[in-house]
């Protein structure tokens, strides 16, 4: 039993193990398990969740283990399920880190021999487990495909990969039941090492927006004041500050600073989101603007947002969503800075839209600035114009507009990641 609130013990690795087991494997219709283990903790979800968050860092960080990747893939499992029963203490873990310990912590799992490990469990007669072999599916595709959304995890895979070259080609592994799934791994896994090399020769550019919503200045990110309230707002001038200020950062400050002090991933991680996200984003932009047009027709005027779906294997999935849609959502589902975003998406008059990326198992907002409001005029007029009749998919007048629409914007759209 634990008593002093300061200090939560890291468990034993087998404690450790037996009371993660227990815990993400729980009956959500049995909360009395729950209470038992949240009892041999000393009681408070808050220390369930740290003491989890320490051992997965542990776990992870020491030699791999066929223990620890079995803790790995159910707290992966636990984090992509959602349980009523469950969701406060989710949401606890969540905000404990637990995500960043994850994806963070793969890096040394990666060069401790991770890849390594997971072909010869995949070749080992344990893979005819149904079990262990649902549990691989759970590590390749929550635990390694979404950690490539790390810069330090992708700096790492690249040598990683080269060292199981051999194994993986080996035919035995080619005929494991978790291939497939390494294949879609190893793919993503080339393009993002591809583009990591693409940002660094480029020197790890950065953009940001001003943020006095009336302004359209876009520029590297070292061009920018910050507001001292929140470190977050960042302004290419006084006078823009001061504008933004009176127009409702006043009112933003505290809960942007908030925002800022819970986030636990490093400048650099979210950098290179942001990086491989503009990517993504120019690739599919053409199919945004339709799919957005599609909704206008039908819900003329109503907030709009585009959704990435980057927990799934394969080609990106983007789908285009009213807002009304995630404020039907409970509100810890939501980034806190939710509302806030909106207003000022509002006040950009056209210049900014919002973008959310969806990693298992939450959301981040990416809000993406133009220099002026003519692409999303542009799609408004389209909308407006089409005869009701028309479906905006199949008209090769829609694509055309929005080709002309994409060309006279050129470069001219940046993002800026807020979360
Ligand atoms: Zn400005
Ligand atoms: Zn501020």
């Known amino acids: 039993m634990l008593h002093d609130d300061a200090v939560v013990s890291v468990p034993d690795a087998a404690y450790g193990y037996t009371m ?27 220390r369930l969740a740290s003491a989890l968050n320490q051992y997965i860092v542990r776990t992870c960080t020491a030699l791999p283990s066929e223990m620890a990747m079995k803790s790995l893939a159910h707290t992966i499992n636990f984090l992509a399920e959602t349980y009523e029963a469950r969701e406060t203490f989710r949401s606890i873990l969540l905000a404990e880190g637990i995500v960043s310990s994850i994806v963070l912590t793969l890096g040394s799992a990666l060069s401790a021999g991770f890849l390594r490990h997971i072909i010869s469990f995949s070749v080992s007669p344990w893979a005819a487990d149904k079990e262990i072999s649902s549990l691989l599916d759970v590590l390749i595709l929550g635990h390694l ?37 390494w294949r879609s791994f190893a793919a993503l896994a080339s393009s993002r090492i591809e583009m990591l090399c693409l940002w660094h020769s ?69 950098a290179f989101i942001s990086a491989f996200f503009r990517f993504d984003y120019a690739d599919l932009r053409f199919k945004i603007a339709r799919d957005t047009i599609t909704l206008l027709q039908k819900h003329p005027g109503k907030p709009i947002c585009a959704v990435f779906n980057y927990s799934e294997p394969g080609a990106l999935v983007c789908a285009v969503h009213l807002k009304d849609d995630f404020d039907a959502l409970p509100a810890q589902r939501r980034p806190i800075e939710w509302a806030t975003q909106w207003g000022r998406l509002v006040r950009s008059g056209g210049r900014m839209e919002m973008n959310l990326l969806a990693f298992t198992p939450s959301f981040m907002i990416f809000t993406t600035r133009s220099t002026t409001s003519k692409f999303h005029e542009g799609l408004r007029r389209i909308a407006r114009d089409l005869p009701p009749d028309t479906n905006p998919s199949q008209s090769e007048k829609v694509n055309t507009c929005i080709r002309h629409l994409i060309q006279a914007m050129g470069d001219d759209a940046e993002l800026k990641e807020i979360y």
């Open 145 to 181: 495909l979404q950690g490539l959304a790390s810069y330090k995890v992708v700096i790492q895979m690249k040598i990683s990969l080269s060292e199981v070259e051999e194994a993986s080609a080996s035919l035995q592994f080619q005929q494991s039941a978790c291939f497939e799934y």
């Open 20 to 46: 993660i087991f227990h815990l993400l494997s729980l009956d959500s219709q049995e909360p009395s398990n729950f209470a038992d283990i949240l009892d041999a903790v000393g009681g408070s979800q808050n």
């Open 202 to 270: 480029a020197g790890c550019p950065a953009f940001l927006a001003c943020d006095n919503m009336k302004c359209g200045v876009i520029n590297q990110r070292n061009e920018f004041r910050r507001c001292s309230g929140c470190r977050h707002a960042a302004y290419c001038s006084r006078e823009c500050q001061i504008i933004d200020w009176q127009d409702g950062h006043r009112v933003e400050c505290s809960e942007m600073r908030s925002v800022l002090q819970s986030r636990t991933l490093p400048w650099r991680e979210r």
